[in-house]
């Protein structure tokens, strides 16, 4: 089966459900590891009150013995702390007094169509399924990804270099990522993070929330992961559809492409140098993918997330009962969640690149994944020929 995963659950149901299929097996993997990454997607300056809550840990239903994977389907649960306040609300079972249908549907949400589509009077029926909570499952299969990879020396971090009119260069942002967890909104810059922080203490006192955007860095990807020979394969394709798929992200950026759109060729091709006894680039623009495929260099992946739409300063909306104009519903909202899809994005990178990466070396079982790797790995000079090495 090939490396990937379904996620399942409410945001104020019972649990967030995932199972990662292709997993191999012989992997060392605890609790412990998923649930370190569960943490950071919870924290980040500006978030709701929902993550006082919330504590995101995993429990393992399938696929792991004794700390080591089995081979056969990852099965993961995390409970939603908040689904005993909302048991009446969302419970599976028939309740004798529904609670009233929501009928103002907010603009930049799923909200309207989601209603039109699936025929629902009811906006939860929409909203609950279209929150941001889905992503704790989909941290949760980046975390056994990022196992994976991390048994091949690949390392995946990111940073965030925008929030609202509050940027640092991106470069910088990025070349700071294996620190960005000590800043509170995920910035390398303590003095850019200060004031991106009242960036969002302001527009939250004005009643309203803000976007930014972030980078995520994949280090130690060999190369050729992915392929030029079926567009379906192209791995900068897999990449930007896995990140725009996270919750309100608008756009994404291999590499500098919009800066090199505006240059000229021989600003813009990562020239190709000899380095320490074997190939490298003299720079990255091309965020580590060319063809299709991994080069070797990091991978770097950019995206735009535009505002949370659920604001306290509710929009103009129509009320579906009545069809009057309305203001939007409101709910209890985040003002900023930029920290929390930088994390995402790392979980998304990490689950693409798995599945590039046992594409390309198999499955099965770990030990033969490491030979294929270590074979290849040789024959491209990237690691020593000396049996010591
Ligand atoms: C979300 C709304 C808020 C966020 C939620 C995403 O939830 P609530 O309505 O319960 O306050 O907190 O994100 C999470 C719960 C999470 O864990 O990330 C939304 O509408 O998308």
């Known amino acids: 089966m090939r490396f990937g995963f379904s996620t399942a659950g409410e945001s104020h149901g019972p649990a967030e459900v995932v199972i990662v299929h292709g997993v191999p097996a012989g992997l060392r993997l605890l609790a412990g590891d ?110 056994v990804a990022r196992r994976l990879l991390g048994e091949f020396g690949v390392r995946i971090s990111s940073a965030v270099y925008r929030i609202g009119g509050v940027a640092m260069d991106r470069a910088l942002a990025a070349a700071g990522a294996e620190k960005a967890d000590l800043s509170e909104v995920r910035c390398p810059d303590p003095e850019v993070s200060e004031r991106m922080k009242a960036e969002i203490d302001a527009a939250r006192h004005a009643r309203d929330a803000l976007g930014g955007e972030f980078v995520v860095v994949a280090e130690g990807c060999p190369p050729g992961l992915g392929s030029y020979a079926d567009w379906r394969d192209r791995l900068d394709a897999r990449l930007a559809r896995a990140i725009i798929s996270i919750n309100a992200i608008k756009g994404v950026e291999i590499g500098d492409a919009f800066e090199a759109a505006r240059r000229r060729s021989s600003e813009v091709q990562d020239e190709i140098v000899r380095r320490g006894g074997t190939l490298g680039r003299a720079s990255n623009r091309l965020g580590g993918l060319e063809g299709g495929m991994t080069n070797g260099e990091p991978v770097v992946v950019a995206a735009a997330m535009k505002p949370i739409s659920t604001i306290a300063r509710a929009l103009r909306t129509v ?54 790797y270590e074979h290849y790995m040789r024959r491209i000079g990237r690691l020593s020929r000396r049996p010591e090495a």
Not at 40 to 54: H, L, M, P, S, T
Not at 335 to 340: G, K
């Open 319 to 372: 009320d579906l009962s009545t069809g009057e104009e309305a203001r939007a519903f409101r709910e209890r909202a985040d003002s900023c969640a930029v920290p929390a899809a930088a994390v995402i994005g790392e979980a998304m990178v990490a689950v693409v690149l798995a599945e590039a990466f046992l594409e390309k070396f198999g499955s099965d079982a770990l030990e033969d994944i490491r030979a294929s």
């Open 34 to 143: 998923v649930d370190r990454e569960l943490a950071r997607r919870q924290a980040g300056y500006g978030r709701g009150g929902r993550q006082k809550i919330e504590r995101d840990r995993v429990e393992f239903l399938g696929g792991v013995r004794h700390g080591y994977t089995l081979g056969s389907p990852v099965a993961m649960l995390v409970r939603n702390r908040d689904y005993a306040n909302w048991e009446h609300r969302m419970n599976p079972a028939p309740v004798e007094d529904p609670p009233d249908p929501i009928t103002l549907p907010r603009p930049g949400h799923a909200d309207l169509a989601g209603m039109q589509k699936y025929g629902f009077g009811d906006l939860r029926n929409v909203l609950e399924r279209s929150s941001a909570r889905e992503t704790v499952a989909r941290v949760a299969a980046g975390a």
